[in-house]
């Protein structure tokens, strides 16, 4: 084949990859868009939403902030928002009465499960395929993160593929060929964190 065909193909399968990179998250958008124009919620204010729905022990507005990549006045005007729409509420932190944590209110987790409707429907879909596709689909997806993170385009992502304890493909095995050096084990692909607590980011190459 002449390198130049080489080459075309070569960036028509990225093109089509962004193109069904595009054709996911419109899937996403279409689901939530109802949702989100009825109650008026910015694109971050479903982030906050569907962050706190995941976290039922509450969420202090620090680890938001942090988890988000954004300052702590722009987490407190999204709250304010929430506040306001009577989706979430603020309260105190029985260990400490100064500190305030969000939790859902009825009305709240009502929404943000209308919101994540989609995902239902796609976890239906992934587990069709078996379990080692499944692993793999994981592993590229956050190989990809990681990457962008590395790029700067996403600026939090707890995941094994941009953490310094993260060596790859260090072993033959095919479902496990990755190592973790905090936990100084392999880690098979369907063990890949996608938010680890002990993610420390590697240093941008
Ligand atoms: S510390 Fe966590 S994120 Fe880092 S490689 Fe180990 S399991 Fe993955």
């Not at 509450?58 to 999204?78: N, Y």
Request: hydrophobic share 40%; glycine share 6%.
């Amino acid at each position: 084949m002449a390198e130049s065909q080489r080459a075309d193909s070569g960036d028509a399968l990225s093109t089509k990859i962004v193109a069904a990179l595009e054709r996911l998250t419109q899937v996403i958008r279409v689901s939530q868009g109802e949702t989100a124009r009825r109650y008026g919620l910015s694109p971050l204010q479903l982030q906050v939403l569907a962050y706190v729905v995941s976290r039922p022990e509450g969420v202090r507005p620090a680890e938001l902030a942090r988890q988000f990549g954004i300052t702590p006045p722009t987490i407190s005007d999204a709250l304010a928002a929430l506040v306001a729409k009577k989706l979430v509420r603020l309260v105190r932190v029985p260990e400490d009465g100064r500190q305030r944590q969000i939790r859902l209110t009825a009305k709240g987790r009502r929404v943000a499960e209308q919101l994540g409707g989609w995902a239902k429907v796609v976890v239906q879909q992934v587990e069709k395929l078996d379990r080692f596709e499944q692993a793999q689909l994981l592993e590229m997806l956050l190989r990809l993160i990681g990457q962008l993170q590395q790029a700067g385009l996403i600026s939090v992502a707890h995941v094994c593929t941009s953490c310094a304890y993260f060596s790859a493909n260090v072993y033959p095995d095919p479902t496990a060929p990755h190592h973790c050096n905090l936990l100084n084990q392999p880690l098979a692909l369907h063990e890949l964190r996608v938010d680890c607590p002990d993610h420390v980011l590697a240093d941008r190459r």
